[in-house]
């Protein structure tokens, strides 16, 4: 083989290499990506499921509290 066909097949193997590994790299971009994602709403939804659970925690003091003021109330009429 001639030395310009060895520059040539080793510059298609190099560009193919380099090509091939562009698109691996891509692809673990994109999952690392796509599971921050998910991972960014699953903390979100977490946090709404707290704040919930706050939101019924302080109305059912409240509850609690106007039912005692009004049973005072009450009792001193």
């Known amino acids: 083989m001639k030395i310009d066909t ?40 977490r946090n709404q499921e707290q704040l919930q659970q706050g939101i019924t925690t302080i109305l059912a003091e409240l509850d609690r509290r106007f039912d005692d003021i009004e049973r005072r109330i009450e009792q001193r009429l």
């Open 6 to 45: 060895l520059i040539a097949i080793g510059g298609l193997v190099l560009a193919f290499g380099s090509g091939f590994l562009s698109v691996l790299l891509w692809y673990a971009n994109s999952e690392k990506q796509r599971y921050g994602f998910e991972r960014d709403i699953g903390h979100l939804r």
